[in-house]
C-alpha cells in the first residue's frame, strides 16, 4: 500500500540514518543537472512571489525515496538562498509531515531532516505525522513538506496548504507520475469494502489535472529526470494597507494592537457593541469569511476585552466557546492567551492533551464546550466559532437559549462549512423581532495577499468555492411542469473536463443543503467503489437534485455471523445495524441501497423535486434486483415526514445524540421484494417497541414530535393489546378523573393506558386521542417532563397539561369501562377474591369482552351446525 517498487522493509532504524548522512554528505551527487535547471526558474516564481507575498508550489515526483528526499532537502536550501538575497537573513519555520508507518516515508523524512540540519543556516525545522497535523492549525509556517506518497487525504491538504504565510513554499512528494492514477493509498484502501477488490483510482487524476492547469505550480520527474510543468504567476506587487485603530474603543488600545489586519481591527471593535444596552432581549454578532481571514483570533482577542468589561458589572463572568471539535478553537486560545499577557492579566490553562480547553483568569473563565452541551449551559457569552459546521437545528437551540452570542464561520476553507448557515440560519436571526443582528464579513488573507494562485489551484481542486446552479423564470416553470430527468452519473465524467461544470452543481448543492462537508466527501465521490452518482436534472442543463447511494448487503455466512457476535465491517452501515439489532440473519445477504445523501437545489426545496428522485431511485433499484432501498440520517421531524411521506419505515436510531449536531442518528427502510417486506415490517414494530419502552431513559430528550412521528409509524405493535388495568387501578383512576387525586399519585395507571395506546396504535379500539393529547401523554407520561417543559413546548399553561390529562382519563374510564362520574365506586373484597380464584387480575376493556362473546357465540353456532348436520350424514352414508 503506498510503496515504492524497491523493498525497504529489511532496513533498520540505522540504516536510514546512515542513508540520511549520505545523501547530506555528497548532496550534489543526488541531484540531476535538470532540476537544477527548474530551480533556476524557480528562482524567478520565488522572488516573485516573496515580493507578491503569495506562494509558489513544487511537486517532486519519483519512485526512489533517496532521490525524492534529497530533491526536497536541495529545493529547501535553494528556497533559503533566494529569500536571503531578497529579505535578508530571518528565521524559515519549516513543517514536513509523513506516515511514519512506512520505511520509505521514514527515508524521505530522515534525508530531508539530515540535509537541512547540516547545511541550512535558516531553515528550522518541525517534523509531525499526519495524526496531529490538526495541532498546527492556526500556526503559521514558511515552508511546507507533504509526504503524499503514501497517503493522500484531501482534508489534510486543505488542513495545512492554509497555514504557509506569502512568500512561502509548499513541496509535495508524490508516487511516479505515470502510476500515481491507480497508487493505492491509505485513503483509497479504507475505501474498500467486501465484494469490491479496487476503489476507482478517480480523484487522483482529477488532483493532477488540477496542478497542471493552475500558475505558479512547478511539477519534477526524479525518475526521469525532466520538468514536467515550469509555469508561474504574474508579479502583483503587495502593498500593506495600513491599519487604522479606532480614537474611541472600549476595549484597551493593546488589544487593538494584536491585529494583523483592518478588517481584524473592525471585528473587535463590532465586538464591543455586545456591551451596549439595547432594546432587544437578544444580541447576535456574525462574522463570515473565507479561510485565513483571521476571524478566530479577533474573536479571541475581543473575548478578553468582553471579559475585562463585564466583570466590573458582576462578581464572575463565563463566556462559553463552542465548535465542532476542540482543534478548531485552538487559534481562538491562541490569540486570547496572547492578548491577556498583552494586558498583563495572570491566567490558568487548563489543557486536554497538547489542546487549549480552558481559559481562567481573576473574576472570568473563557470554557470551550461540545456543541451538544451548549443550549443547557448559563453564560454572559456564547461564541460559535466555526458555526457553518454545525447543524441548523443545534444553532437554533444554543440561539433561543442564550442572548449575547457571537457567529464567527468560514465560507469557503477547507472544513468544506455547509451554507445551510447561511440559508436556513440567518434569515431567522435577521426576521426576529427579539433579536438585534449585527454581520462583519472579513476578506484579506492574514498569511498572504489576495489573489495567491495556491490559494486559487485549493479552491478549485477540492470545489471549496463550489456553488449550485442559478435558476430562472424558465427553469422554475419546467419544475412546475414536471419536466425532470433522473440523470445515472458516470464518476469518471464527472471528474472529467466535460463533467465538471455538472461536478461542481451536485457538490454546490451538497455544501448547501448539509451541515458540514469535507474535502474528503468529493474523494468519496470519485473513488469508493461501492458508491454511486445520481441528481436530477433540467431541460436547461442544470441540476436540482443531487444523490449519493452505497451498494450495501450481499454478505457471507462467515461475515453475518460475525457482525451477529459484533463484530466489524467496512461500509455496510444498514446491514450491520439491523444485525446487530435486530438478530435477524437475512438482513445481512439481502442487497440493497443506501442513500448516503440526497439534497435539492435551496432555492426550489419543496416542490416534489426530492420525491421524485427517491420514487426513480427505487425504480432503479428494483431493476437491479436489490430488496431495498434506505438511508440514515440526523433525525428531526422536517426530515422525517419527508422520508416516511415517500414510503419509509424507521427502524433503528442510535442511543445517543451525536455531539456536533446535537442529533440522534436514525435508519429508515422502503422494501422492494415481499419477503424484506415483511421483515421490514416486523423491524418497524420491534423498533417502535424499543422506543416506547426507552423514551424515559436514553431517549428522554428526544424530540417530542420526533417521538410521535416514530410510533405513528408502520403497522400496530399488536394487533389484540388491552391495558392492564386492575379493579383497584381502574378505580384510582376514576378518582383522578372526577375527583381530588393527583397525577403523581396514579402514574403507573397513566403510563399503563399510554403504553397500550401507543402498542395497538392506530387500532385503539376506540379510544382517540388528539394530536396535542398524543403530544401530552408522550411528553408527560412517557418522556417525563415537568409540566413547565410540556406547557412551554405546545405554548400554553402548566393548568391546561394538568387538565388535559383528567380529561384523557375521562376517555379511557367511558370507552374502556363504561364509567362515567355518576358510576359507583370502591371495589368489594369478594370481586377481588373471586377474580384472583379465576386468575382475572385485569379488568377486560368493554370491547375485549363484546370481541369474545363475538366469538364464542360464533363457536357456539358452528358447534350446533354440526350436531344438525350428523344424523343428515349418517342417512345419506
Not at 422525517?640 to 427502524?651: A, E
Not at 440522534?664 to 422492494?672: A, G, W
Not at 417502535?688 to 424530540?703: A, C, N, T
Request: proline share 5%; with cysteine.
Amino acid at each position: 500500500m503506498g510503496s515504492t517498487d524497491v523493498s525497504y522493509e529489511d532496513l533498520t532504524k540505522k540504516d536510514i540514518e546512515d542513508i540520511g548522512r549520505r545523501v547530506a554528505e555528497n548532496l550534489k551527487e543526488y541531484i540531476p543537472a535538470s532540476f537544477n535547471k527548474l530551480l533556476r526558474k524557480l528562482s524567478k516564481g520565488i522572488e516573485r512571489a516573496i515580493v507578491s507575498r503569495h506562494r509558489r508550489l513544487l511537486v517532486i515526483t519519483g519512485s526512489d525515496p533517496v532521490k525524492v528526499g534529497a530533491a526536497a532537502a536541495r529545493a529547501l536550501l535553494f528556497y533559503e538562498r533566494v529569500y536571503r538575497r531578497v529579505k535578508g537573513k530571518e528565521e524559515l519555520p519549516l513543517l514536513y509531515v509523513f506516515h511514519d508507518e512506512f520505511k520509505d516515508a521514514k527515508i524521505r523524512k530522515e534525508v530531508v531532516k539530515r540535509v537541512i540540519k547540516s547545511r541550512a543556516n535558516m531553515v528550522t525545522s518541525t517534523i509531525a505525522r499526519y495524526e496531529e497535523s490538526d495541532r498546527f492549525l492556526g500556526t503559521t509556517f514558511k515552508l511546507l513538506v507533504m509526504d503524499l506518497v503514501n497517503d493522500l487525504k484531501p482534508n489534510d491538504v486543505g488542513r495545512l496548504v492554509g497555514i504557509v504565510e506569502g512568500g512561502g513554499l509548499i513541496i509535495f512528494l508524490v508516487p511516479p507520475w505515470i502510476k500515481w492514477d491507480k497508487w493505492m493509498t491509505i485513503f483509497k484502501q479504507n475505501l474498500v469494502v467486501p465484494g469490491y477488490k479496487e476503489p476507482r483510482h478517480i480523484f487522483i487524476r482529477w488532483f493532477k489535472r488540477k496542478l497542471i492547469e493552475h500558475d505558479g505550480i512547478y511539477i519534477y520527474d526524479v525518475d526521469e529526470e525532466d520538468t514536467i510543468k515550469a509555469d508561474d504567476y504574474p508579479l502583483r506587487r503587495y502593498t500593506k494597507e495600513e491599519i487604522k485603530i479606532p480614537e474611541k474603543t472600549v476595549f484597551p488600545r493593546e488589544l487593538y494592537e494584536l491585529a494583523l489586519t483592518q478588517d481584524q481591527v473592525n471585528v473587535i471593535k463590532t465586538i464591543e457593541s455586545l456591551l451596549e444596552r439595547s432594546k432587544k432581549k437578544k444580541k447576535a454578532i456574525v462574522i463570515t469569511s473565507d479561510r485565513g481571514r483571521g476571524k478566530s483570533g479577533a474573536v479571541g482577542i475581543a473575548s478578553i476585552g468582553l471579559a475585562m468589561r463585564l466583570r466590573r458589572e458582576r462578581r464572575r463572568v463565563r463566556i462559553i466557546v463552542t465548535a465542532p471539535n476542540l482543534a478548531n478553537v485552538q487559534s481562538f486560545f491562541t490569540l486570547a492567551i496572547k492578548a491577556a499577557e498583552k494586558l498583563e492579566i495572570r491566567t490558568r490553562i487548563v489543557k486536554h492533551g497538547e489542546r487549549v480547553l480552558e481559559l481562567h483568569g481573576e473574576g472570568f473563565s473563557i470554557e470551550y464546550w461540545e456543541p451538544i452541551h451548549v443550549p443547557k449551559l448559563k453564560a454572559d457569552v456564547v461564541i460559535v466559532d466555526e458555526a457553518a459546521g454545525m447543524h441548523v437545528p443545534l444553532l437554533h437551540r444554543i440561539w433561543r437559549h442564550h442572548n449575547r452570542m457571537i457567529f464567527a464561520t468560514t465560507i469557503h476553507g477547507y472544513e468544506g462549512a455547509g451554507r445551510g448557515f447561511s440559508v436556513r440560519f440567518l434569515p431567522v436571526l435577521k426576521n426576529d423581532p427579539r433579536t438585534e443582528l449585527i454581520q462583519v464579513e472579513m476578506h484579506e488573507p492574514i498569511r498572504y495577499a489576495r489573489d495567491d494562485p495556491i490559494e486559487r489551484w485549493l479552491f478549485d481542486a477540492l470545489l471549496l468555492d463550489a456553488e449550485p446552479a442559478e435558476l430562472d423564470d424558465e427553469d422554475i416553470e419546467a419544475i412546475k411542469q414536471g419536466r425532470l430527468e433522473y440523470v445515472r452519473f458516470d464518476p469518471s465524467w464527472l471528474f472529467s473536463p466535460e463533467g465538471e461544470e455538472s461536478l461542481r452543481q451536485l457538490f454546490g448543492i451538497y455544501v448547501l443543503a448539509h451541515y458540514r462537508n469535507e474535502p474528503d466527501d468529493l474523494a468519496i465521490l470519485a473513488d469508493a467503489p461501492h458508491h454511486i452518482i445520481r441528481g436530477v436534472r433540467l431541460p436547461s442543463g442544470k441540476i436540482v437534485c443531487a444523490l449519493q447511494i452505497a451498494n450495501e448487503g450481499g454478505l457471507d455466512d462467515e461475515m453475518i455471523e460475525e457482525l451477529l457476535r459484533g463484530g466489524k465491517t467496512p461500509g455496510n452501515i444498514i446491514p450491520d445495524r439491523m444485525l446487530k439489532h435486530l438478530r435477524v440473519r437475512e438482513f445481512g445477504s439481502a442487497r440493497g441501497w443506501r442513500i448516503v445523501r440526497i439534497a435539492t437545489h435551496p432555492g426550489v426545496q419543496g416542490k416534489g423535486i426530492g420525491s421524485f428522485a427517491l420514487e426513480q431511485v427505487k425504480k432503479e433499484a428494483e431493476e437491479e434486483g436489490l430488496d431495498w432501498v434506505g438511508s440514515g440520517f440526523g433525525v428531526n421531524d422536517q426530515l422525517l415526514r419527508f422520508w416516511l411521506k415517500n414510503g419509509f419505515l424507521p427502524v433503528h436510531m442510535s442511543p445517543d445524540r451525536n455531539p456536533v449536531s446535537g442529533e440522534y442518528t436514525i435508519l429508515v427502510l422502503n422494501p422492494i421484494k415481499e419477503i424484506m417486506k415483511k421483515l421490514t415490517s416486523i423491524a418497524n414494530r420491534e423498533f417502535k417497541r424499543k422506543v416506547l419502552e426507552s423514551l424515559h431513559d436514553p431517549y428522554r430528550d428526544l424530540e417530542t414530535d420526533v417521538a410521535l412521528l416514530i410510533l405513528k409509524s408502520g403497522d400496530p405493535i399488536f394487533e389484540d393489546y388491552y391495558p392492564r388495568l386492575t379493579s383497584i387501578q381502574v378505580d384510582r383512576l376514576w378518582i383522578y378523573a372526577y375527583g381530588p387525586m393527583t397525577y403523581e399519585a396514579v402514574t403507573d395507571v397513566i403510563h399503563e393506558i399510554t403504553k397500550a395506546y401507543w402498542l395497538m396504535y392506530p387500532k385503539t379500539k376506540g379510544l382517540s386521542l388528539s394530536r396535542r393529547e398524543e403530544y401530552i401523554v408522550v411528553a408527560k407520561v412517557l418522556q417525563g417532563k415537568s409540566w413547565e417543559t410540556v406547557a412551554e413546548e405546545l405554548r400554553t399553561r402548566p393548568h391546561s397539561i394538568m387538565v388535559a390529562l383528567k380529561d384523557i382519563a375521562r376517555k379511557v374510564l367511558k370507552i374502556y369501562y363504561g364509567l362515567d362520574s355518576e358510576s359507583p365506586v370502591g371495589v368489594s373484597a369478594s370481586t377481588l377474591l373471586e377474580r384472583m380464584d379465576r386468575g382475572k387480575l385485569f379488568v377486560e376493556p368493554i370491547q375485549v369482552r363484546k370481541a369474545k362473546e363475538r366469538r364464542n357465540a360464533r363457536q357456539d353456532n358452528k358447534a350446533e351446525n354440526e350436531e344438525v348436520e350428523q344424523p343428515q350424514d349418517r342417512r345419506e352414508g
